[in-house]
């Protein structure tokens, strides 16, 4: 889904912090990253299978939701001329739905086609196809596919009954259920982009985040602009499971028999909003996190002329509105600082 070399995002997941969790911890390369299920079990074994069937499970997504697979359903649909049409799986109309969606309530600065033309994509559910009305149509649906395969693996594994779980995809997309026993939640963090930085420790229990980032090069694009993004080295996007999916529940589209709800997809809608909220206005953000309590983002804000030595976090929700410090980074690499604003 994302291109092998793409910079690396900030990171959500410290290896130290969660080996500090008695738990069985299970990975597997798909979707060019690295995916990683911990979860508590007293029988490993059965862990391992049910680990293994939520692998297959992204597996088979990967196969339809890429770009990069000539016979996948999204590469299918970037070959349509204009008036054609194609087939398309379930989960795949789900993964457009939800894109679609948000491209709406972002006013695109979440847009799959990146600027090519997503208003120009015809989404017929009760058919299963998708039709095409511009020429040069090219979706990828990159984070949010990755997040859609990461909610779809933990639903599998609480089909399993697999309730103490923590899945992660590339270490950016994390989606925790209930935590180990005797836990408050699982121990996440928030570190700097590309380094070891941490600038917070949290936990959390049935909670979706998401973090993107740039790191030395420009790699997240305004698509209504084409201008890459300067100011904002990383956005930070958490909130419940219940508070994600009331982000998805007011767009109005009649979902057809065989179709689930797309608002059981919590870590993609934090991967849309994550990749939004790099580009959208503070006061677009705040008005956002204030419609839909209980979904918090966080902006690493920098000077784009570089004349600013200290990046100013902005944490933003329906509690706190709208919040600033400057964040000195730690003398040492890994070494949290103390006081952070949340």
């Excluded at 017929?124 to 090219?138: E, M």
């Excluded at 594994?157 to 923590?166: C, G, H, K, N, P």
């Excluded at 740039?214 to 209504?224: A, L, M, Q, T, Y």
């Excluded at 980074?329 to 006081?339: L, N, Q, S, V, Y």
């Amino acid at each position: 889904m994302m291109e092998p070399n793409s910079p690396i995002p900030p990171r959500l997941l410290n290896n130290d912090e969660q080996d500090s969790v008695q738990a069985h911890r299970f990975a597997h390369q798909a979707m060019a990253t690295v995916f990683e299920i911990i979860c508590v079990h007293e029988d490993r074994d059965y862990a391992e299978q049910a680990a293994h069937a939520a692998f297959d499970q992204i597996d088979r997504l990967e196969s339809e939701l890429t770009c990069h697979r000539s016979s996948s359903d999204i590469s299918r649909i970037n070959r349509l001329k204009p008036g054609e049409d194609t087939s398309v799986g379930m989960r795949t109309m789900e993964c457009l739905l939800l894109a679609r969606h948000f491209y709406a309530e972002t006013r695109g600065a979440f847009d799959i086609s990146l600027g090519s033309g997503l208003e120009a994509v015809e989404m017929i559910p009760s058919d299963s196809r998708v039709r095409v009305h511009a020429n040069k149509i090219s979706l990828d649906l990159g984070g949010i596919g990755k997040g859609y395969a990461i909610d779809r693996a933990a639903e599998l594994l609480q089909e399993w009954e697999i309730d103490r779980a923590l899945v992660h995809g590339g270490f950016s997309s994390v989606l925790v259920l209930d935590p180990p026993p005797d836990r408050e939640g699982w121990p996440l963090t928030i570190s700097l982009p590309g380094a070891a930085v941490v600038l917070a420790r949290v936990v959390a229990r049935r909670r979706a985040w998401s973090a993107s980032g740039i790191r030395k090069k420009d790699h997240i694009v305004d698509p209504r602009t084409g201008l890459s993004v300067r100011n904002r080295p990383a956005a930070w996007v958490s909130g419940s499971m219940e508070s994600l999916s009331a982000a998805c529940r007011g767009h109005n589209l009649t979902i057809p028999a065989g179709i689930s709800e797309t608002a059981d997809s919590p870590a993609a809608v934090a991967e849309a909003l994550s990749t939004a909220f790099m580009i959208m206005p503070l006061e677009e953000i705040a008005s956002y996190c204030l419609r839909y309590p209980g979904v918090e983002a966080r902006l690493l804000m920098s000077d784009p002329s570089g004349a600013s030595v200290s990046p100013v976090m902005v944490h933003m929700s329906a509690q706190s509105h709208l919040e600033g410090a400057a964040l000195a980074c730690p003398a040492k690499r890994g070494e949290p600082r103390r006081g952070d604003p949340f």
